[in-house]
């Protein structure tokens, strides 16, 4: 069973960068898909990016240009670049692992992007 402990989350600007990060501990990293999701207040989960065992990555619409999803094996870590940042990129930042079929969630970090 792998535990997500996500961190990196916080108060910035409009136009303001941050970086997350999601250190998988225990289970199978190497081979699994690493992905961030985002829940704004009162709306579903939805996508934010994904990255592959080959380092594929994919990108919501929103995302796209401004975020970068990258993982590091060795550390069994993943990232998300955040720039550019807009207040409706405010939420709940949740880390996902997909291995075998089967799905595994972090708790969040809470990004929040105001004035």
């Known amino acids: 069973q792998v535990r997500l402990v996500e961190s990196g989350g916080g108060l910035v600007q409009p136009g303001g960068s941050l970086r997350l990060s999601c250190a998988a501990l225990g289970g199978i990293f190497s081979s699994s898909t690493m992905g961030w999701y985002r829940q704004a207040p009162g709306k579903e989960r939805d996508l934010v990016a994904t990255i592959t065992v080959t380092g594929s990555t994919n990108y919501s619409d929103s995302a796209k240009g401004r975020f970068t999803i990258s993982r590091d094996n060795a550390k069994n870590t993943v990232y998300l670049q955040m720039n550019s940042l807009s207040p409706e990129d405010t939420g709940v930042y949740y880390c996902?692992?997909?291995?075998?079929?089967?799905?595994?969630w972090g708790k969040g970090t809470l990004v929040t992007v105001s004035s």
């Open positions: 996902n692992h997909v291995w075998n079929g089967v799905n595994s």
